[in-house]
Nanobody, 120 residues
C-alpha cells in the first residue's frame, strides 16, 4: 500500500506564491508519473501538471508560465511551485501517482487533497 501525503496549501493574496509538496511512502518498486490535479467547488477535477519518471513535463494551459512541477526521486516527492496566483486558482489540489508495485503491476494513488485559496 502506498500513501501520498500533501502539504503546503493555504490562503494567499492574488499575485502571491505557494509551494505544494507530496511525499509517497510505502512499499513499491518505483514511481512512474506524478501529477497535480485541482478541483474547484462544484466542478470536475482537472489536471494541472504532470511529470514522468524521465522528467517529461506537461502543464494545463491555464498555468503555463506560472506553475512549475518538479520531483525528487530520492525522496519520492513531487512539488508544485505556484507563482502569480489568481483567484481562479482557488481549489483543492490533489497529488496523483502511478506506482510500480513489487508484484510488477502498476497502481494509481491519490492524496487527500490540500486547499489553496487565493483572495482578490
Amino acid at each position: 500500500q502506498v500513501q501520498l501525503v500533501e502539504s503546503g496549501g493555504g490562503l494567499v493574496q492574488a499575485g502571491g506564491s505557494l509551494t505544494l509538496s507530496c511525499a509517497a511512502s510505502g512499499s513499491f518498486s518505483s514511481i512512474n508519473n506524478m501529477a497535480w490535479y485541482h478541483q474547484a467547488p462544484g466542478k470536475q477535477r482537472h489536471l494541472v501538471a504532470v511529470i514522468t519518471s524521465g522528467g517529461s513535463i506537461n502543464y494545463a494551459d491555464s498555468v503555463k508560465g506560472r506553475f512549475t512541477i518538479s520531483r525528487d526521486n530520492a525522496k519520492n516527492t513531487v512539488y508544485l511551485q505556484m507563482n502569480s496566483l489568481k483567484p481562479e486558482d482557488t481549489a483543492v489540489y490533489y497529488c496523483y501517482s502511478i506506482v510500480l508495485a513489487r508484484d510488477g503491476r502498476t497502481y494509481q494513488y491519490w492524496g487527500q487533497g490540500t486547499q489553496v485559496t487565493v483572495s482578490s
